[in-house]
């Protein structure tokens, strides 16, 4: 079974960049699809970028063209960066697999936070 860590949430300012990482360990890491997802207070967890073992990426609209989803494999992580922060973009971040999703597992997240 895959257990995931977040890290590097922060705070940033507008306009602003910060670099998510995703430590994985346990079940093989290569094979799983991976993404990132964030909840704002008041609002549902919804996802945010997604990769597959092969490397295929994909992302929400509302982040299209300024966050990025990288993995490596041989570090068992996967990562977010995300640039040209918007306030909009405050909220918990969390990794995870579709398995893990689709049992109700999630880790502790990680706190952004983009305010001026």
């Known amino acids: 079974q895959v257990q995931l860590v977040e890290s590097g949430g922060g705070l940033a300012q507008p306009g602003g960049s910060l670099r998510l990482s995703c430590a994985a360990s346990?079940?093989?890491?290569?094979?799983?699809?991976m993404g990132w997802y964030r909840q704002a207070p008041g609002k549902p967890r919804e996802l945010v970028a997604s990769i597959t073992p092969g490397f295929y990426t994909n992302y929400a609209d509302s982040v299209k063209g300024r966050f990025t989803i990288s993995r490596d494999n041989a570090k068992n992580a996967v990562y977010l960066q995300m640039n040209s922060l918007k306030p909009e973009d405050t909220a918990v971040y969390y990794c995870?697999?579709?398995?893990?999703?689709?049992?109700?597992?999630w880790g502790q997240g990680t706190q952004v936070t983009v305010s001026s």
């Open positions: 995870n697999t579709p398995d893990r999703r689709a049992r109700g597992i």
């Open positions: 346990g079940s093989i890491f290569s094979i799983n699809h």
